[in-house]
């Protein structure tokens, strides 16, 4: 029997239901899988539609940037990228997170470098919130003019005594030159790495503990409201002695952020989308990894190592809430919510 779903925003559809893997059927009971759409002892079935779904989506997929797309306008970009998320958004109630893309690199080269005032990664993590949320948002008027949407900086808070301040791992910005490198290392202390033939800047990755703005977030999801919110896993902010919010020059794994919003309004399933990258196979060419347990997936990151960040905010959503996530491509996203594509990831 499935799990009836608490009504947000929407009203129930009066013949409409949803395989969303919330709780597993009974192998035995021969009715719960006739009603699921994907007959599998796997699926899942809730009542009606009326269902919380967290879209992480990556910034390269939202707004691609490829040849095809020349001449047409960022905002026509990212509503045709959309395409499937509109019809998910017709029935179930959304929260949405997303990546920066490489118009909107997280170091702007104008201000990272000769500017007296440096252009920190946390104002760069505010300036991909705006640029994209206001593509989302106007993506969103356009193609669902009814959907109340609100686009919402984040401040995202991490912990001091995270491990990777002191292994920074990230590329960020362009190649530099030697000497710009060994002048930005010395008067900002800025950490320079060799990326195969180029020197460029890495930075800490965190994770994280807080979601600033959660209670204004939870808020609006529950009267029904579309939130896009902690793009770019959001402002990184660390609190001083005072209790005081500060942000630092750092990123936040926007993957792992989008699970820990995700399960802190306890939503319902979490996809995580992107571009084929999305599509979880080992080894590359085989088939797709379809139906997997937390442990199991775990198990399976050295074998796509681009997906690792993907697969930890999976396992850690599924392994909080006992809920599913759905990892996938954007371009089918309704395909992935349904359990006809992508990789499945359940208790």
């Known amino acids: 029997m499935g799990l009836q779903c608490e009504h947000r925003g929407k009203p129930p559809p009066s013949a409409r239901t949803c395989p969303i893997n919330i709780v597993a059927p009974d192998p035995g009971d021969v009715n719960s899988l006739e009603e699921c759409h994907v007959p599998s002892p796997t699926c899942y079935h809730r009542e009606w539609s009326v269902v919380l779904v967290t879209l992480a989506i990556a910034g390269d997929a939202l707004l691609p940037l ?57 104002l760069a993590s505010a300036q991909t919130q705006g640029v994209m949320g206001y593509y989302l948002a106007q993506a969103f008027a ?11 900086l984040t401040q995202t808070e991490v912990s001091a005594s995270d491990p990777a301040f002191h292994e920074p791992d990230v590329f960020v910005g362009p190649a530099l030159a030697a000497s710009t490198a060994h002048r930005l290392e010395v008067d900002r ?16 990755a965190l994770d994280p503990v807080g979601i600033c703005e959660l209670p204004s977030i ?28 500060r942000g630092i020059d750092a990123i936040v794994r926007r993957e792992l952020a989008a699970s820990y919003l995700a399960s802190a309004v ?82």
């Open 218 to 245: 939870k808020h609006l999801v529950d009267i029904g409201t579309l939130v896009i919110c902690a793009g770019n896993g959001g402002i990184p902010v660390l609190r001083d002695e005072n209790g005081h919010l």
């Open 66 to 122: 490829a040849d095809a797309y020349r001449g047409i306008a960022p905002c026509e970009r990212v509503r045709h990228s959309l395409a499937s998320v509109f019809s998910i958004a017709e029935h179930h109630d959304l929260l949405i997170t997303h990546g920066h893309v490489a118009m909107n690199p997280p170091d702007p080269s104008p201000f990272a470098y000769d500017s007296e005032i440096p252009f920190t990664l946390d």
């Open 142 to 152: 356009v193609s669902l003019p009814e959907t109340h949407v609100v686009s919402l």
């Open 189 to 204: 202390g800025w950490h320079v790495r060799t990326d195969g033939a180029a020197l460029r800047r890495v930075v800490p």
């Open 266 to 347: 306890e939503a319902d399933v979490l996809l995580l989308l992107g571009g084929d990258d999305y599509v979880l196979n080992t080894p590359p060419g085989r088939d797709g990894i379809r139906d997997v347990v937390p442990e199991t997936l775990r198990g399976l990151a050295h074998s796509v190592p681009h997906a690792r960040s993907t697969i930890e905010a999976a396992a850690r959503f599924v392994e909080s809430t006992g809920r599913p996530a759905m990892i996938g491509p954007l371009d089918q996203a309704e395909a992935v919510l349904a359990g006809h594509c992508g990789t499945l990831v359940h208790a």
